[in-house]
């Protein structure tokens, strides 16, 4: 494994899982579950169900238990597409389209194809555009936009010309465009060429559910989990893929035979060895370690990872870094690290919107400049669409990273029934507090029932603290109300919860 950028597959009945080992470091991570497919990218034919005009949005019906929330800008590829249609149609109309125009090209009840960019998170739904765009492995099509573009990480002014050539001569129909992907670097025409036989294919199915009255409905799915890594991973530093299931493996070489050349066709293997497959390459502990909310930096520094609903808080520690003298050089070399494993960790957790990261305060103007150009050389490389801001007076650092579907952790845990999310639960002391407290309001309100017998049952760990701590408060409560309480421990009973029952009748006291 040494030297190596391997990805490993691992197929299972209700799960796919997909790890980008370089070197033995864990790059990329993804899961899919098989009945809860991702819908981002797929398109639809949608009904608009209703209109916002305070917010400027439309609601669309795309047949998911939650409509679609698209915005007036949303839609204007959509309203070009319209308009040329009333024209053609003798229907005078203005060619230059504002938002206001939104709501009477489209009113409730039009039908419309939308593209989902958004998946549902949390309480809100799917977020959709009419300005479709449907990747393949070297070019992604616009079928709305006339747009011959190139990727900005193709930087060689030669290279772009050249890709450029090649792009205009392609046979894409009038009023259609495309982009070149990164990938596309250095390959010759024909690659070009079949990518666009293969998404015109997609783009004409689209086309063909116009002429199907059902509405709404999925017209174009977007790639499975397994078909998109190998579509987007799979490039020429990669040195092998390795699946451990053979139906999917069989199926993967035919499906990337259509895309690449069959030398790295060849690259992908198939796993047979008894041992499962994220065991064998350890791939288990890695993904373990992605959850912890603590993650090591090289020189003994670290970061903490807090995800909220608001936003993602970073905060980055010197830990046990030892300085050789230089306080100054340990801050910088702890933050450019820092710097490097937070863009890592963003990809593998898959985590998006705001985020603000607490860089340990620099005294050099020219330092914060530094940690500012790694942190957007790492980001480069991220799938995801980010934007970072300079690291502000207070030590600060604002960016925002593209999110389209829940992140990793949302996936895979819910949410603490007992915690909700806090991450704490109540102390023995608290919890002791309020039994008393609850006490002393049942003892008072039944103080005229003299065969009432008071029986509080808790966590044992609550119970300790009340016959320890805590037991000459419960002794005042006996002698100024007359009662000899009586108390359980019950270990199936969360720490936060108790009951004061009536001993006799097993009736709560507390209702």
Not at 408 to 429: F, T
Request: glycine residues 6%; hydrophobic residues 35%; charged residues 30%.
């Amino acid at each position: 494994m040494e030297n190596k950028r391997v990805i490993v597959i691992n197929s299972e009945n209700q799960e796919t899982r997909v790890a980008l080992l370089n070197n033995n470091c864990l790059e990329e991570y993804q899961v899919e579950r098989k009945k809860s497919e991702n819908i981002v990218g797929s398109v639809f034919l949608g009904k608009v169900m209703n209109i916002q005009h305070s917010l400027q949005a439309v609601f669309v019906d795309i047949g998911l238990p939650k409509n679609a929330f698209m915005h007036f800008s949303d839609m204007i590829p959509a309203s070009y597409e319209e308009t040329n249609i009333r024209a053609k149609e003798g229907k005078s109309y203005a060619s230059r389209i504002n938002l206001d125009d939104i709501p009477k090209l489209f009113p409730v009840g039009s039908t419309l194809f939308v593209q989902v960019i958004k998946g549902p998170i949390g309480t809100k739904g799917p977020r959709a555009t009419t300005n479709i765009s449907m990747p393949g492995r070297y070019l992604v099509l616009l079928p709305y936009s006339d747009h011959l573009g190139i990727s900005k990480r193709i930087e060689d002014s030669k290279e772009r010309k050249r890709l450029r050539e090649i792009m205009s001569n392609l046979d894409i129909p009038t009023g259609m465009g495309c982009i070149c992907r990164t990938v596309g670097e250095g390959r010759k025409s024909i690659f070009f060429k079949r990518d666009v036989n293969m998404l015109m294919e997609y783009w004409n199915k689209v086309e063909k559910a116009k002429k199907i009255s059902k509405t709404p409905r999925l017209v174009y799915k977007e790639l499975s989990l397994l078909e998109q890594s190998m579509r987007d991973f799979l490039t020429e530093d990669i040195d092998e893929v390795i699946i451990d299931d053979q139906n999917d493996y069989t199926y993967i070489k035919d499906f990337m035979s259509r895309l690449v050349t069959q030398k790295m066709v060849k690259r992908i293997k198939l796993y047979q060895k008894a041992s499962p497959i994220f065991e064998y390459y350890d791939v288990n502990d890695k993904v373990d370690r992605i959850f912890e909310r603590q993650v090591s930096l090289p020189s003994g520094g670290y970061i903490c990872i807090d995800e909220t609903e608001a936003l993602i808080a970073v905060d980055v520690n010197t830990g046990s870094s030892k300085s050789n003298g230089n306080m100054n050089d340990l801050i910088l070399t702890t933050n450019l690290e820092a710097a490097d494993e937070l863009a890592r960790q963003l990809r593998l957790r898959n985590i998006g919107g705001l985020l603000v990261i607490d860089f340990i305060d620099m005294s050099n103007y020219k330092d914060n400049d530094k940690v500012l150009r790694r942190m957007r050389k790492q980001l480069k490389n991220d799938r995801a669409k980010t934007r970072v801001l300079p690291i502000s007076y207070l030590g600060l650092m604002q960016m925002t990273r593209q999110r389209d579907q829940q992140s990793l952790l949302d996936k895979v845990y819910d949410p603490c029934p007992y915690c909700s999310g806090k991450g704490k639960v109540k102390s023995s002391l608290t919890t002791s507090v309020e039994i008393q407290r609850l006490l002393k309001k049942v003892l008072k309100r039944k103080q005229w029932d003299k065969e009432l017998e008071v029986r509080v049952v808790m966590n044992p760990s609550v119970l300790a603290r009340l016959k320890n701590d805590d037991a000459i408060f419960l002794n005042e409560l006996e002698e100024k109300y007359g009662r000899c309480l009586s108390f359980r421990g019950d270990p199936t009973i969360h720490i936060e919860e108790f009951g004061i029952i009536d001993a006799k009748t097993n009736k709560d006291l507390l209702h």
